[in-house]
């Protein structure tokens, strides 16, 4: 079964504008990772957040996690055409290693 | 980086027959892999955890006869759709894990039964 939903499902911006997208989950991790996946091709690894971390950047990613409230967040600054992709959560949980429970994906679309 | 390496990218199979999907870890050697199946506009859903020399773990739903995997080395798994009908018709992803920063994915293999 899914871990948990990602909203919103589907997001249109213009290049240059910031994208947030949001993740829940309902068990206990060990850690929450996101991925981009184009249209009918594999997943691409873009950035792992510990349970013991809440913020963490890579490039122009940004992601929070809260445990408390089971939730981490997604922000991508200066969107491009090339972002253009769905965008999933993942996490691990605590006695669960290696099996990811995704979320539904947040499809993001960015218009030049 | 670490490359796991998905073939076919594509098949079409007459219904009835069997096809199998190989990935294989490249520069490192992955004791463990993680096949997954993506229907259109869904998410990913973990199939099986496969085991290099031992059994694959499958999930709850999932039928082990009819989704053999073989993981016969530390760069190689294998799963194979027996006897494939219409309903098996979906995207199927391998992932490994590397250096324990995230999962490396294959690139999937698109299967699409007839």
């Known amino acids: 079964s899914q871990q948990g939903e990602e909203d919103p499902q589907a997001l249109s911006i213009q290049e240059g504008e910031n994208a947030t997208m949001n993740c829940s989950y309902k068990?206990?991790?060990?850690?929450l990772q996101w991925y981009r996946q184009n249209s009918g091709r594999g997943l691409v690894h873009l950035i792992l957040?510990?349970?013991?971390?809440r913020e963490k950047h890579s490039g122009r990613l940004r992601v929070t996690l809260d445990t408390s409230k089971k939730s981490s967040s997604l922000l991508i600054t200066a969107s491009r055409a090339a972002d253009t992709a769905s965008y999933f959560c993942?996490?691990?949980?605590?006695?669960?290693?290696?099996?990811?429970?995704f979320g539904a994906g947040t499809q993001v679309v960015v218009t030049p | 980086g670490a490359v796991v390496s998905q073939h076919p990218s594509w098949v079409i199979c007459k219904s009835g027959t069997s096809v199998k999907i190989e990935c294989r870890s490249l520069?490192?050697?992955?004791?463990?892999m993680f096949w997954y199946r993506q229907f259109p506009k869904q998410s990913l859903m973990l199939m099986a955890t496969?085991?290099?020399?031992?059994?694959?773990?499958?999930e709850q739903g999932v039928e082990k006869d009819k989704f053999l995997i073989n993981h016969a080395s530390l760069t190689l798994s294998t799963l194979t759709v027996t006897s494939a009908h219409p309903e098996d018709s979906s995207f199927y992803i391998c992932?490994?894990?590397?250096?324990?920063?995230?999962?490396?994915f294959g690139s999937g293999t698109r299967l699409t039964v007839v």
């Open positions: 992932s490994a894990s590397y250096r324990g920063e995230g999962y490396t």
């Open positions: 068990t206990s991790i060990n850690n």
């Open positions: 957040i510990r349970s013991n971390e």
């Open positions: 993942a996490t691990e949980g605590t006695d669960s290693w290696g099996k990811l429970q």
């Open positions: 520069d490192f050697q992955a004791t463990t």
């Open positions: 496969s085991n290099e020399g031992s059994k694959a773990t499958y």
